[in-house]
């Protein structure tokens, strides 16, 4: 209500320009060293623990079961905060999680022989390595649930209806250019000059790029009213909340005496009994998930998370095996380059397509394109010569993109669109949990069959 004579005087194209772009820039650089770390773990672990997979599966077991089991609280945590109290702990933890460990790995691959020399100090390093990666990743989804599940819905509000899906679609191809270019330049990095090189420039790119990150996204908040407008309701309920409770709270203590007076002491024992399932639901984990479960959107995040129970999508395991059979740093980094060129394209054909056959057909015809392409996958475990069947499975993942991230922005529409806006934080924490369980699934599997021979075969 507020916010519709500010609305009167801009342009209903959409929000200016220049604050656009500065939101645009500011994710770019957030992005760019989240993806630089991701693609370069792998490649580490397998270089500190050469022939076993077992450290890159370790590390993607931690990261994934991290937001597996703190997303739900992330969620909830990003709702009940303002926009800049999450904005200023999400780039300050993020950016000092990479530095941290991007010390650790230089330290592992320096002292190389520190795994037969002094085992504490090795083990210390690579769980000092996992623990602040996993950290980087939480704030990282912090991060993603302001800007991509809050920020892009209350700055489109009010305008044209193809502005949301037009922002979503330029956030997710945004990330995509991050996946495209960062392990290219990281693999030749690598391939050229050295590991530890690549550790230090990703050190030194997020001591410099996180003041940057921080100017833009206080000038896109501070230009945008309806951010502050948002951010104060969000501060406003919480009292309310705290309220209600003391009253019901107050209610429940006077209940209880009267009951203590008039019935039996099994009454007592079943009043107790309730209790402690009422504290129980209430606790902020399980009460995230009640949230979501009541979601009219649940049964398709459901399926969007079931995607992640996979190996094929040049993550750390993906890297790592590539890896071990061969393959250079800098092709895979090319490889996974298309693979991010072809979600692009993916983010350019989605609004043209939703906008005519609507967001749950565009999801429908994504996931079914995705399993067609996945055919090559499966075709190249019978394929003999080595690199020919790596090169195979890179080229079946890299086109399944176009369906894939197709149908990753059509669910996420449809929870923009029908998830109540006193929900959409928890309920985009909850998502990305279930989809790290199903991801961390995967890993599991990696650390039981932790031979490349195995897996590639």
């Not at 937001?67 to 300050?92: E, H, M, N, S």
């Not at 692009?344 to 079914?368: D, E, F, M, N």
């Not at 998830?419 to 309920?427: A, K, L």
Request: include cysteine; proline fraction near 3%; charge should be neutral.
């Amino acid at each position: 209500m507020d916010r519709r004579p500010l609305l009167a005087h801009q342009d209903q194209q959409g929000p200016p320009s220049s604050l656009l772009n500065y939101l645009y820039t500011a994710h770019f650089l957030a992005r760019w060293g989240a993806r630089m770390w991701e693609f370069s773990v792998g490649l580490y672990m397998i270089s500190v623990w050469p022939d076993s997979l077992l450290l890159a599966a370790i590390y993607g077991a931690v990261e994934s079961a991290s937001t597996a089991l703190f997303g739900p609280i992330v969620g909830r945590w990003v709702d009940r905060l303002t926009y800049v109290k999450v904005l200023q702990l999400w780039l300050v933890t993020q950016n000092l999680s990479f530095i941290i460990a991007g010390g650790t790995v230089m330290a592992l691959l320096v002292f190389s022989s520190l795994k037969f020399t002094n085992l504490v100090a090795f083990i210390t390093l690579v769980i000092l390595t996992n623990v602040s990666g996993a950290v980087g990743v939480l704030s990282t989804l912090a991060g993603t649930i302001l800007i991509e599940r809050e920020w892009v819905v209350v700055i489109s509000d009010g305008y044209h209806p193809g502005l949301l899906t037009d922002m979503n679609s330029v956030i997710r191809r945004i990330d995509l250019t991050c996946k495209l270019a960062a392990p290219v330049i990281t693999g030749f990095i690598i391939s050229f000059v050295s590991l530890k090189a690549s550790a230090m420039a990703l050190a030194m790119w997020t001591t410099i790029s996180v003041w940057v990150e921080y100017w833009l996204f206080m000038s896109v908040y501070n230009g945008i009213p309806a951010l502050g407008v948002s951010s104060l309701r969000r501060i406003l309920k919480v009292p309310q909340s705290e309220v209600q409770e003391s009253i019901s709270a107050s209610h429940q203590e006077s209940d209880n005496s009267l009951l203590n007076d008039g019935e039996s002491s099994g009454t007592a024992g079943k009043s107790s009994a309730s209790k402690i399932i009422e504290w129980v639901s209430k606790v902020p984990y399980i009460d995230s998930w009640r949230v979501y479960l009541r979601q009219v959107v649940v049964l398709p995040g459901v399926a969007l998370a079931l995607l992640y129970f996979t190996v094929l999508s040049f993550g750390t395991l993906m890297t790592a095996t590539l890896e071990w059979k061969g393959v250079q740093a800098f092709v895979i980094g090319i490889a996974r380059g298309i693979s991010a060129s072809i979600g692009i394209a993916a983010t350019v054909v989605y609004p043209r397509l939703q906008s005519r056959i609507l967001t749950l057909r565009t999801g429908l015809w994504s996931v079914w394109s995705q399993w067609i392409c996945l055919l090559a996958c499966v075709a190249s475990i019978w394929i003999k010569n080595s690199h020919l069947s790596a090169y195979v499975l890179m080229g079946g993942v890299a086109t399944s993109r176009l369906g894939l991230w197709m149908f990753d922005l059509s669910v996420i529409q449809q929870m923009q669109d029908l998830v109540p806006e006193s929900d959409r934080c928890i309920v985009g924490g909850v998502q990305n949990s279930l989809q790290s369980t199903l991801d961390l699934m995967g890993y599991v599997m990696g650390i039981i069959i932790s031979n490349p021979q195995v897996i590639s075969s």
